[in-house]
């Protein structure tokens, strides 16, 4: 910061990262209007001048399809993912006990469901709903944990071969616990 009291000048970085993703799913149809998918994927950031240097997630999905009738897909996906951090460095002005929430250890539930309907040869709408719970577990301030609601739709149009148009709508409701140190006035 530059100035004195609220003419202060303050400037933001641009922090560098890299982000590699691997995965695999393997998928099986033990009947035809079940099919059932497992997989993993692995995320892992490098991280530039920032508390800590990298983090690496594990993810372990696995979604069930429902197709009942040729017209109608009914999807269901749950995914467990464990994000670990190691060497999380403090800025001197900060709590020792803080984890920012994009650096910090966290596990996430999550359940996603998809409805998708396809009587007609050139339209097809769908109903998306998900839920999400985020828990930092080693994080004594900062985020806490974190659920996540949403509701979405989409359609689709092909009037033509050679055109497609779609249209889609998402609602997405977060409520989350955060834990702050108190400060009396004046400190």
Do not use: C
């Not at 890299?18 to 998918?37: C, E, H, V, Y």
């Not at 951090?85 to 359940?111: G, H, I, M, S, T």
């Amino acid at each position: 910061p530059e100035g004195i009291g609220p003419a202060q000048v303050h400037s933001t970085l641009q922090e560098r990262y890299t982000k590699q993703n691997a995965g695999f799913d393997l998928g099986w149809r033990p009947i035809r209007m079940i099919s059932l998918k497992t997989g993993y994927e692995y995320v892992h950031w490098n991280r530039g001048d920032r508390e800590v240097t990298s983090t690496d997630e594990h993810i372990g999905k696995i979604a069930a399809d429902f197709t009942p009738i040729d017209w109608f897909l009914g999807r269901v996906t749950y995914s467990y993912g464990d994000r670990t951090v190691e060497n999380y460095q403090n800025v001197a002005a900060q709590l020792p006990q803080l984890r920012k929430f994009d650096e910090a250890d966290r596990r996430r539930d999550r359940v996603d469901l998809l409805l998708q309907f396809t009587p007609w040869e050139t339209l097809t709408p769908s109903l998306i709903f998900g839920f999400a719970r985020d828990d930092y577990y080693n994080s004594d301030y900062g985020l806490k944990d974190n659920n996540y609601y949403s509701a979405g739709t989409s359609l689709g149009w092909s009037p033509l071969s050679w055109l497609e148009l779609s249209a889609d709508y998402s609602y997405e409701y977060y409520k989350y616990t955060q834990q702050s140190r108190y400060r009396a006035q004046g400190v």
